[in-house]
């Protein structure tokens, strides 16, 4: 390959993984959104079975993000977010089960 062309592909790639990037940014955004709206219209409505459910895929959400970026930043934040959301996700899980049985 020329040097050109070396240089087309890895501005390529670049512009690619940046699309990624920002594609997983707007959909998390817009999934958070979704999720907490969701959740005050179960609680205005006042049926609280299902705000558990959504309690916890937010937590799931979180817990699933903040593991590859401590994995990679070893930055203490990421782990605080991976141990109590994992509790928080363990606790909605029961209170949702418990709900709908």
Do not use: C
Not at 1 to 9: A, L
Not at 56 to 76: C, F, H, M, N, S
């Amino acid at each position: 390959m020329k040097y050109q062309e070396m240089q087309d592909d890895q501005n390529s790639q670049e512009i690619n993984e940046k699309a990624k990037t920002e594609g997983m940014k707007a959909g998390s955004s817009a999934m958070l959104i979704l999720a907490i709206a969701l959740l005050l219209f179960d609680f205005i409505i006042g049926d609280r079975i299902y705000i558990n459910a959504f309690q916890t895929l937010i937590w799931g959400y979180l817990v699933a993000d903040a593991y590859p970026q401590y994995k990679y930043t070893k930055r203490k934040s990421f782990l605080v977010i991976m141990i109590g959301g994992s509790i928080a996700l363990i606790v909605s899980l029961v209170l949702f089960v418990q709900a709908v049985l």
